[in-house]
């Protein structure tokens, strides 16, 4: 089902497989106890009648909830390393607050913080490879597709596991009672953890990609062994029950919206369209900037330009490309008047915008590297949903990331860039809202089967 340009071949691995290690400490044991990590979900589960006899009860459901989130891996089949990985990062958050470590130990919290995203990322990135979104680990894979391997699985632990959990916490300690520590400085710590422990999970896929391996656990030999991906075929039956000819989008004629020439391009000379004088505009600022011996304002715009370049060489649709500037100018031309440092509607509207244009264009990046494939070429559902929740992943993370650099400037490049708790869940929770939109956007483009390259203005002109 495959239509990305990528190698068949399998790559040379010095994988180790299981019956090349001891039994105890690999498995297969059994089909319900498989090996020492089943042990550590087992624990959790146990757990249950445990705190309901002797306290605290209100863990009870932690342990439970926690014990089906551990199954997840299992059920997926991944590698050991990964199932150990992200059982372990659960067990630790679901013991700490259990047992008290986290008011108890100093840096508890922050192991968590680190393992948690760490693992999760990992684990999401390889539910990609299962549902066939990206190509297998242990297929011949570019260096160019390196660095979009790592911002993916990155974005995937920053925004799921760090700014979500955040909106979480703020919503548990005010409705639901939990009476959780919280406030900006450790908001922001938290934050700074799970983009470290992301990373880390991208690093981790890029080591495990490079040695060729796959995604799969690799089982004991035994007889009748099915080699059968079970994850890939519930993906195939949920496409043929919902979607029967999913292929349907490819034969499908690709659709041009009818608009005006004096709108679209392209016109003669070095302007293409309407938004390259917006593009334009971004050197006019520069002017201003350099004119008034405003330096950062003169960096803002200058940064500002090369980033709207980067999206016209990106070659992105008219849409896409309009979203990009006005997300860009907001910002610059808004720091230029104050109207950022006032908060307010403007602040909110900027959060919006710049949230749901990022996804968006990030996504074509990554397209480019050919590492996610183009919605008008992949038209099956588990694929184009999984296609959302990386745009979405993509455009939040931006979010979180200028926090963090909303309390660097503040505390080390004195700015005056002062936010409070209040105004940074206020915030991710408009950057959530915003990444949500661009997810949707371009779930809507592949749905109406149009490409992600800017057509030619010759296509599009003309009522």
Not at 35 to 42: K, M, S
Not at 100 to 110: I, M, R, S, T
């Amino acid at each position: 089902m495959s239509s990305l340009p990528h190698s068949n071949r399998i790559r040379a691995s010095t994988q180790l497989r299981p019956a090349d290690l001891p039994r105890w400490l690999v498995g297969d044991w059994g089909r319900v106890l498989r090996d020492p990590v089943d042990l550590l979900r087992l624990a959790l589960l146990v757990g249950v009648p445990i705190t309901l006899a002797l306290g605290p009860r209100e863990q009870s459901f932690r342990l439970l909830l926690t014990f089906a989130l551990t199954l997840l891996p299992r059920a997926l089949d991944v590698p050991r390393l990964f199932d150990l990985a992200f059982v372990a990062a659960m067990s630790f958050q679901a013991w700490g607050n259990v047992f008290g470590a986290f008011d108890g130990v100093y840096g508890y919290d922050k192991v968590v913080h680190f393992l948690l995203p760490c693992a999760s990322s990992a684990l999401l990135y390889l539910l990609l490879v299962r549902v066939r979104v990206v190509p297998d680990l242990a297929e011949e894979s570019g260096v160019r597709r390196k660095p979009a391997i790592l911002l993916v699985t990155a974005a995937f632990g920053l925004a799921l596991m760090g700014g979500l959990y955040e909106l979480y916490e703020w919503f548990a300690d005010h409705f639901l009672g939990g009476h959780l520590y919280v406030s900006y400085g450790d908001s922001i710590g938290d934050m700074l953890d799970d983009a470290l422990g992301a990373l880390t999970g991208g690093a981790l896929i890029l080591a495990w990609e490079a040695q060729g391996w796959g995604t799969r656990r690799l089982p004991l030999p035994r007889p009748g062994y099915d080699d059968e991906d079970p994850v890939t075929a519930v993906g195939d039956r949920v496409v043929a029950t919902l979607q029967p000819d999913p292929d349907e989008g490819s034969h499908r004629r690709r659709k041009r919206p009818s608009l005006p020439a004096a709108l679209v391009g392209d016109w003669s000379g070095p302007f293409r369209d309407p938004l390259d004088l917006l593009r334009i505009s971004f050197l006019v600022g520069l002017a201003i900037g350099l004119a008034g011996g405003e330096w950062d304002t003169a960096l803002r715009f200058a940064l500002s330009f090369v980033a709207v370049l980067v999206v016209r060489v990106l070659d992105a649709p008219r849409p896409f490309d309009l979203l990009f500037l006005a997300a860009v100018g907001l910002q610059a031309w808004g720091s230029l008047a104050g109207a950022l440092e006032t908060g307010g509607a403007y602040e909110s509207l900027t959060h919006l915008v710049v949230s749901a244009a990022a996804g968006p264009v990030l996504y074509l990046a990554v397209v480019r590297l050919r590492l996610l494939p183009e919605l008008s070429r992949r038209t099956t559902i588990h694929q184009s949903a999984a296609v959302a929740l990386a745009v979405f992943s993509l455009g939040f993370s931006v979010g979180i990331l200028y926090e963090l650099y909303v309390y660097f400037a503040d505390h080390v490049l004195a700015a005056s860039m002062v936010a409070s708790y209040p105004t940074l869940i206020r915030r991710l929770a408009l950057d959530a809202i915003g990444a949500l939109a661009g997810a949707g956007l371009v779930a809507a483009w592949g749905v109406a089967n149009w490409p992600l390259r800017r057509a030619p203005g010759a296509e599009l002109g003309g009522w």
